[in-house]
């Protein structure tokens, strides 16, 4: 018989999603089963099983521990975290979300995260899943707060990213100890009714995202021990979060316009907090791709780059001819949809002529970066957020969440460069 054409087979290479080490899939270590005499790992520590090369193997191809037990997961040769397996089958796509501190980037990835598992199926036929349920647990845990609440009316937050904790890694290199993020991982894949159904084993893709803390891309925090942003220069696009409330001139332009309390009343808690210029932040960023990836100083990039405008709900009647509908199409006589890519750079032009007028900077240090710039408007909860009087904190009821446009920049990029999967719609110019 002979065998599917949209089988999936091993890749010649594969790329560690936490350290970004390439190697053969020959040269991955196994991870040991939890037998009392397997436990301590050099890179890891006595609280992981051993990582090993394996001699024996089942009749199946799985490998043998050292206590004789059938082992299935693999883990990358350099930093010995495991691996998941999809990676060793189907093409990873790199994303970096990146901001200040407090502009929003856990709502956005939570709220996006939750919009694309309804949108890639019902709109596109992508199935979308969760390559590594244990890596996206964080994920899960934002989405089931906001999005699958018991209590719609409890007044709930998401924690700040911390710099370490559970979204990073500590492993022992010999002469030191290295942070390393914690990526999301999500399978996409295309659906029985998706026109590409047959050509899986090339338009899949493995999507990893990274949210890092804000203060990880402060001048001066990017170091050997702790190269947690060192995934920007393995981006095919990369996301700046701008967040309007933290700027002095979107407030003082939302005067009398928004009710939004972070519109009007962040000022001086932004003073007592010390928050980094927003452009330092890009700037910083820049250089970083700029270093890792071999750029020159005068050397545009040839990946894209969006510009994420946070919270559109407390600034949108600074345009108030902008409707925030979902900008999709229906593909001909199909029931899939495409987007509508006229309507997004319509959007963005109007969104970047304003960021020109209120924010010069942004919009310089972006347009001296890429040839490939993006401005789009979003709301990761399309409501603004109360005060909790008992904690001093912002907080959103779950019923009054609608968020919009927050899936949009995710697929934008992946209709744009990453094809075969979603259709962008663009008259002939």
């Known amino acids: 018989m002979s065998e599917p054409s949209n089988a999936f087979t091993i890749r010649s290479r594969v790329t ?15 991870i040991a089963t939890d037998h009392p005499n397997l436990f301590g790992d050099p890179r890891l520590g006595d609280q992981q099983t051993m990582r ?7 009749y199946d191809g799985e490998a043998i521990d050292p206590e004789g037990q059938k082992t299935t997961r693999l883990a990358c040769p350099a930093c010995h975290l495991e691996i998941a397996r999809p990676l060793y089958q189907i ?26 598992r309804q949108i890639f199926p019902s709109r596109f036929s992508i199935a979308m899943t969760d390559t590594d349920p244990v890596a996206n647990a964080r994920l899960h845990e934002y989405e089931e707060q906001q999005f699958l609440n018991p209590d719609p009316n409890a ?61 990880h891309f402060l001048p001066g925090s990017d ?12 981006s095919r696009a990369l996301f700046f979060l701008f967040d ?14 928004s009710e939004d309390p972070q519109m009007q ?26 270093r890792h990836a071999g ?43 495409v987007l509508d890519g006229d309507r997004i750079q319509e959007v963005s032009d109007q969104v970047g002529k304003l960021l020109r007028k209120l924010t010069p900077e942004i919009v310089a240090a972006a347009e001296g970066f890429t040839k490939h710039l993006l401005f789009i408007p979003v709301s990761a909860t399309g409501c603004a957020p109360e005060h909790d009087a008992q904690t001093g904190a912002f907080g959103m009821r779950p019923k009054s969440l609608n968020p919009y446009w927050v899936e949009v920049p995710m697929l934008y990029a992946i209709s744009k460069w990453c094809t075969g999967l979603i259709g962008l719609a663009n008259r002939v110019r």
């Open 16 to 30: 560690c999603p936490h350290c970004w080490h390439e190697f053969s899939p020959e040269e991955s270590l196994w």
């Open 52 to 58: 090993f090369l394996p001699s024996r193997f089942t």
């Open 91 to 116: 093409a990873p796509v790199f994303f970096s979300i990146l901001g200040a501190p407090a502009s929003g980037k856990s709502y956005f990835l939570a709220s996006m995260s939750w919009q694309l």
């Open 155 to 215: 007044l709930v937050s998401i924690a700040k990213t911390q710099l370490d904790g559970d979204l990073y890694d500590r492993v022992n290199m010999g002469t030191h100890v290295v942070s390393y993020p914690r990526p999301f991982l999500f399978t996409l894949q295309p659906m029985a009714s998706h026109p590409n159904h047959a050509k899986s084993n090339s338009v899949s893709k493995v999507m990893c995202l990274y949210d890092n803390a804000g203060e």
């Open 223 to 234: 170091s050997s021990t702790a190269p947690v942003t060192r995934h920007l220069a393995l």
């Open 244 to 257: 309007p409330t933290q700027d002095a001139r979107f407030r003082r332009a939302c005067e009398g316009k």
């Open 265 to 290: 009343n962040r000022a001086a808690r932004l003073a007592r907090e010390s928050v980094t210029r927003q452009d330092t932040i890009l700037l910083e960023a820049i250089q970083r791709v700029r």
């Open 295 to 337: 750029l020159r100083d005068d050397q545009l990039d040839q990946r894209p780059l969006i510009i994420v405008v946070t919270k559109w709900d407390s600034w949108a009647q600074l345009m108030p001819g902008v409707s925030s509908s979902p900008p999709y199409r229906s593909a001909g006589n199909s029931s899939l949809n």
